[in-house]
């Protein structure tokens, strides 16, 4: 793996419809007039939509996600394009060109998927009109419209990596794999160690699918609180298949080989989920919010549309913030020391392998941490405060009781997985072990998911009361 000798490329130039500088003003009055068009157009849509309660359908939902993502997807080419001709440049840099391609190919299988499920509707709606609101509920359609993001999402990454690798044999040594320590070497621990992490997969993929299954098929399940719990649930499932599966495979085989593009992959999901995780845990806390300290506009406010955009809005975050990070590590070079001394391909690990500058990559986790985990848990702080004097306010026991119980298993959930976060970078801090802080997380990555399910169900009577339905045991 020796390094080389090519230029590192740092722009491209866009050509444009046409060189031809007396079109130019032309060019950019007809595109500047139809983005205009584009944008107000659908936003004016999206705003109908969401503020007339008549049109909370399934039919109108799938249009406002259809406008907003033909905003996006316009706003992906357009105003670079018009910003070029303004300033009479050609340039877009690697970095932007990349952003501009994921982007592009997103918007564009999500408006192929949208146009779909939009199809699927009117079939349901047309030729099974006694059926359309039990088989169109909320869920599903939240559903069909998550499926979306993620596959769109998914096609959008891989044809992007895809790209990267072409590009990164022109610019950087050509890294072809890593070595993932893992939690020991010792040969002896190896059994103990894939026989402890394979029954905690287990747990936690069954648990988590349970709750799902139980959430989908009870139409009394069929409330905010366990449509956040059910899309936590999917999430904590993807969040531990990213990382224990690998190390599964590995220390089975009795290998650390990771290739550079499974690596990187595998860290673009972790941060992903890990996001995402941390964010639905706000969101629950706002719905807990609302439910205690306004209940009596409970039901207008967190209707099934919001609902939907607060997953999706969690989505789209969590999505730049792992494209982000991704992207910061691409542009790293890597030279002999490949050893990752952890069980997956964490984010500081990789950084502090690199043999480039790596000061803006710092900079930039440090910003998104504080993002992504510094103002949920300020939103979700927040929220408890305000519940906790909410509760405090009621005059009888039982009621504050009653009201405090709601919001036990999500603070109980909330309290682990910030704990235990908090407690990895505590002790990565004062030991400086890499092996101490791989150990420490396994709290958040494996542990919380898997106890997640026992949280919210061995506490919750109408989940257990859901799950004997579904497994016919309502007698027992």
């Known amino acids: 793996m020796e390094p080389g000798n090519s230029t590192k490329i740092t722009e491209f130039l866009l050509l444009g419809l046409s060189?031809?500088?007396?079109?130019?003003?032309?060019?950019?009055?007809?595109?500047?007039?139809?983005?205009?068009?584009?944008?107000?157009?659908?936003?004016?849509?999206?705003?109908?939509?969401?503020?007339?309660?008549?049109?909370?359908?399934?039919?109108?939902?799938?249009?406002?996600?259809?406008?907003?993502?033909?905003?996006?997807?316009?706003?992906?080419?357009?105003?670079?394009?018009?910003?070029?001709?303004?300033?009479?440049?050609?340039?877009?840099?690697?970095?932007?060109?990349?952003?501009?391609?994921?982007?592009?190919?997103?918007?564009?299988?999500?408006?192929?998927?949208?146009?779909?499920?939009?199809?699927?509707?009117?079939y349901v709606a047309i030729c099974h009109p006694l059926h359309y609101t039990v088989i169109m509920s909320p869920w599903v359609c939240a559903l069909l419209v998550l499926v979306s993001w993620v596959l769109s999402s998914m096609y959008s990454l891989l044809q992007s990596l895809m790209i990267l690798r072409l590009m990164s044999d022109r610019n950087n040594t050509h890294i072809s794999k890593f070595l993932l320590v893992g939690l020991s070497e010792v040969p002896e621990l190896q059994p103990l160690i894939f026989g402890l992490f394979l029954s905690m997969y287990l747990i936690t993929v069954f648990g988590n699918l349970l709750i799902i299954l139980a959430v989908s098929s009870d139409s009394h399940l069929h409330t905010p609180m366990y449509f956040f719990l059910s899309n936590l649930s999917?999430?904590?499932?993807?969040?531990?298949?990213?990382?224990?599966?690998?190390?599964?495979?590995?220390?089975?085989?009795?290998?650390?080989?990771?290739?550079?593009?499974?690596?990187?992959?595998?860290?673009h999901f972790y941060i992903l989920f890990a996001?995402?995780?941390?964010?639905?845990?706000?969101?629950?806390?706002?719905?807990?919010?609302?439910?205690?300290?306004?209940?009596?506009?409970?039901?207008?406010?967190?209707?099934?549309?919001?609902?939907?955009?607060?997953?999706?809005?969690?989505?789209?975050?969590?999505?730049?913030?792992?494209?982000?990070?991704?992207?910061?590590?691409?542009?790293?070079?890597?030279?002999?020391?490949?050893?990752?001394?952890?069980?997956?391909?964490?984010?500081?690990?990789l950084i502090q392998l690199a043999c480039s500058d790596t000061f803006l990559n710092n900079t930039v986790l440090y910003f998104g941490s504080v993002i992504i985990g510094g103002v949920p848990l300020a939103g979700i702080i927040y929220s408890y405060s305000k519940i906790v004097a909410s509760i405090c306010g009621i005059s009888s026991a039982q009621g504050q009781y009653k009201a405090f119980s709601t919001c036990a298993s999500h603070l109980s959930g909330v309290s682990l997985f910030y704990f235990t976060c908090l407690g990895v970078y505590l002790s990565s801090s004062d030991t400086h072990s890499s092996e101490a802080s791989a150990i420490a997380s396994v709290m958040y990555t494996v542990v919380t998911p898997m106890l997640n399910p026992f949280i919210y169900s061995l506490r919750n009577k109408d989940v257990k009361r859901a799950l004997k339905r579904f497994f016919g045991m309502e007698n027992f």
């Open 19 to 122: 060189e031809g500088p007396e079109l130019q003003p032309l060019i950019f009055g007809l595109f500047l007039s139809m983005y205009l068009i584009t944008v107000f157009g659908n936003l004016a849509i999206i705003l109908t939509v969401s503020s007339d309660p008549h049109l909370h359908t399934p039919m109108y939902f799938f249009l406002s996600n259809l406008s907003f993502v033909d905003i996006c997807f316009t706003s992906t080419t357009i105003p670079k394009m018009l910003w070029n001709i303004q300033t009479q440049r050609d340039i877009i840099t690697y970095e932007g060109c990349i952003i501009q391609m994921y982007f592009y190919l997103l918007f564009a299988g999500l408006d192929d998927f949208l146009l779909t499920v939009m199809a699927y509707d009117r």
């Open 275 to 349: 996001g995402l995780d941390d964010i639905l845990l706000t969101v629950m806390a706002y719905d807990r919010f609302m439910a205690i300290c306004h209940p009596l506009h409970y039901t207008v406010t967190m209707n099934a549309q919001l609902c939907g955009w607060l997953v999706l809005v969690s989505w789209i975050i969590s999505v730049l913030n792992s494209l982000l990070h991704s992207l910061m590590i691409l542009r790293l070079s890597f030279c002999s020391d490949l050893e990752i001394h952890h069980f997956f391909c964490e984010i500081q690990q």
């Open 234 to 267: 999917f999430v904590d499932i993807c969040f531990t298949s990213t990382t224990i599966p690998k190390m599964l495979q590995n220390v089975q085989i009795q290998s650390k080989v990771i290739t550079y593009e499974g690596c990187i992959v595998q860290m």
